[in-house]
């Protein structure tokens, strides 16, 4: 019976092959897209998974509330896991502090000549910390393996790198910083791409209490870069350890700061996910996100089932016959039921091989959007098997369902007679259906214009200073490079197509900031915390700030002069920018004087408001030299500079990136949503498109006779094909009607996340429906003029 | 008012000619009513629609009003349908989603006629054929007589200057029939409209005053009527 459902089915279909090609190509580009969505999403779920113990991760979180502002690290101070792991025996099995950082690693060769030298990040872990994260050790344990001074554990690939095979790595030794010699003790697993801990040499934490610097027993001070994992014992509660956190944070911290400590335990599972916080690998994907992709997915399938159903309603009374002719044979409903949805499940499943087809064909762009390997692998991932297995099921389902239920409903003597029609209530539903399908093509053409505009503004927002053809180029800042630093810089100062050069700790816009607190003019603590960032007498200059009050900085050394950004005189009720020059600043235990007022420049993405700044100069600090370039010369001056750079600084490793990127890497996201959108909103167009093609198709054969008696009673094709094209345009109108609120309670929640946005107008809504009606009217003529010139005596030869 | 030369219409089917009509020639004048008559498959429809410039022919000129219509471009043919030719088909053809008032309505609004112009038109149609209580029905409503009288008033509502009527009369009983055969050789000799009409029936063709007989494609006989 199966069998004769089948063939049947597919005779019919290829009978209809019109309509079958529309469907199937609307349901395999809906699926094809619903699969990369899907594979997209399992793959980002599938980040820090398979730990032993999971969900007794926690990660311990620093958060400070100012009087005006909350903010949150990752980080903590680095004297806390040796108190927590104290105070908290009750609740925590285990407490490690891991604390990231990068330098040169250099392997010597037997006869002791240097044969690598590469810049890696590392990190330094307690051995603790590798019984709270479960990874694969191939040689060598945590507690061996860690415990001791200057030793060292590779990733496998790391020391495949590093000595040519990792079972030879052991037992060797590297030099790390040019300052110390670490043995390798051990050899890990490479984590894979989906995780958040992206270890590759992991130095004995000792190591890094051993360099004695201050802050490791300082509790005011944080840096994202040193976190604490926690394992809490079987049985307890993270409500009952939370409870205590009060108490511990009395205990240590100084009670006279102007901001409030406070500290909270994030799961594991959450830390690929949160974006505030962010992670080691720096790979985050806010579930939001997720879930926003999920919800275009979804609408993405309804539209192709939506084109499914109206194409099988549509069609359904021309197979009234046959229903009427099986019934009087003895066929039950369900026969009917069964037998046309299982012509559905055949469209689905060619659907499905073709939308495989496309989803790899799309695969290697989405890898490139992301930048992630992201596997299409059924054996790998069989649940992307069961994926596929219910999507069939469920738009077999979904499509299927309603059609084979009025089909199936006709009554015997009436679809013999063929006086079955198109009801009334058919047709009113598939107009519904148009509507909301168009709705949803509107809100995401509405969505696309405002995301691609918003882009598009923050590329040409001026930000107070000029990014183009500026060069960060790295410098070491131990005591030995900053004897060399002058010499580094007049060298560079002598190429030709270089502008002007600049040391500094950061760009004016970086993500890498400091805030401290401040003292102004002598008096009490600021109540808000002030952005440092330090450059020499050359930083205006390079980066092309503009000085709107005193004058820039003059050559020092150490902080002496000081300008600071409008919005810190704002802050601090400075009408006057002339009033505060000449002020004192007392920042970092340090004192300077206000010589100078620049203009507001961007210092953080535009979904930042501009922070009160503070700029002055101290050479100890400094990590870059900007080199401003001719645009002309940039390859060769670039060239140029490794060079000289490579002979002044040889034990070190050149590494530069230009501010344009820098900048542009704020808005990865942004920038991937807008690729997703218009990707996405192509194709929503595209599937409704075709199926509002396929419904025209259908009602201008329906209207045949209509047209036929039309044309002799006089009208001109022109009328015919007004009149056939009213109804289409008339429900896209709707459809935008519908489809505007809808649109604007999304765009402006997402322009809400932009300090710096543009203004929502009309405009984006006009010409989304501009754009819908026109493509409607061009899809709906195509055919309708078809049907108008058309022979008329055909359609009137008696029936 | 229409005179056909020669004209010719076949089907070529695999290189084989099929000829539906062979070197037809004949005039007809202005308020005459002519039944073409013969058994199935001779032509008969295709003459009419050739006369009615629904088919063209293969071969042949056709004038229409002293005008050669052979080969007409849409404009003009539509020119024509709006003026001066009227429809009446055997299946009636009304449309199902329009109300009669409207059906009758529908060839007068693509001769953009006046609004007061085409309401008292139709007033007077549906006065004149007995319908004024059926004017807010739809054609599903009404009986097969009925609907084919809503037919022959909408083809009457542009005021044309001729009627093509194929089979008007096969799908109705006698009775009904007849009443539209009256109405016919009234609407013929009253307003002096010319009537083509394709028949079957020996007793409708005498409501005429010529009869085409057709046999394989061609005239046979062309008979005058005394009445």
Known sequence: MFKLNLKIAWRNLWKNKGYTFINILGLSIGMASCILIFIFIRYQLSFDENFKNENRIYRVISGWTTPDNFFESAGTPRPLPAAMRNDFKQQFDKVAAIQASGGIIKVKDESGKERIKTSESVHYAEPDFFEILSFKWLDGNPRQSLSQPNTVVLSDEMADKLFGDWHKAVGKSVNFQNKVDLKVTGIIEKTPDNSSFPLKVIISYKTYLNQARPESTNWGTVSSTSECYVLLKEGASIEDASKSLPQFITKYYKRDNVSKESHRFQQLRDIHYNADLGNFANKVMPKKELYGLAIIGAFLLLTACINFINLATAQAVSRGKEVGVRKVMGSLRRQLIVQFLTETLTITVISLLVGCVLTEVALPGMQSLFKDHISFSIIEHPIIFVFMVILVLLVSFLAGFYPAMVMSGYSPALAIKNKITANAAGLSLRKILVVVQFAITIILIIGTLVVLRQMSYMREKPLGFIPTAVALVDVPSDSMAITRYHTLQDQINKIPGVLSTSYCSAAPSSDSNNESNFRYNGTVKSTFQANTKTGDENYFKTFGLEIIAGKGLSKSDTIKDIVVNETMLKKLNVVNYNDAIGKSIRINDKTGYIIGVVKDFNNMSLHEPISPIVINSDKESYTTIAVKLDSKSILPAMQAIEKIWNTVLPEYVYGSTFMDDKISEYYQTEKIMGALFKVFAGVIIFISFIGLFGLISFVATQRTREVAIRKVLGASTLELVKMLNGSFLLMVFVANLVAWPLAYLFVAKWLATFTYRIDLNIWPFVFAMIISMVITLITVSIRSYKAAVTNTIDALKYE | ?227
């Open chain 2, 1 to 227: 008012m229409i005179q056909l030369n020669n004209i010719e219409k076949y089907y070529a089917n695999k290189g084989i000619k099929n000829y539906v009509l062979r070197l037809v020639t004949t005039t007809i004048k202005q308020g005459e009513f002519v039944s073409i008559m013969g058994p199935s498959g001779a032509g008969k429809s295709t003459l009419l629609n050739i006369i009615g410039m629904l088919e063209e022919p293969t071969y042949g000129s056709y004038e229409f009003l002293g005008e050669d219509v052979t080969s007409l471009n849409e404009r003009k043919r539509i020119e024509l349908y709006r003026n001066h030719i009227g429809f009446v088909f055997q299946a009636y053809h009304l449309i199902d989603e329009m109300t009669v008032y409207e059906n009758i309505e529908a060839p007068l609004l693509y001769k953009k006629v006046g609004s007061s112009e085409r309401a008292s038109r139709i007033a007077d149609l549906l006065d004149r054929f007995n319908i004024v209580a059926k004017k807010d029905l739809f054609p599903n409503q009404l009986s097969g007589g009925q609907q084919q009288l809503v037919g022959i008033a909408r083809a009457l509502a542009a005021q044309p200057s001729i009627i093509l009527a194929d089979e008007p009369t096969g799908n109705l009983q006698s009775a009904q029939a007849e009443e539209i055969m009256t109405l016919f050789k009234k609407l013929n000799q009253e307003d002096g409209i010319t009537i083509i009409q394709v028949t079957h029936s020996e007793k409708n063709a005498q409501y005429g005053n010529r009869i085409l007989h057709i046999a394989d494609g061609v005239v046979k006989e062309d008979v005058a009527i005394l009445s």
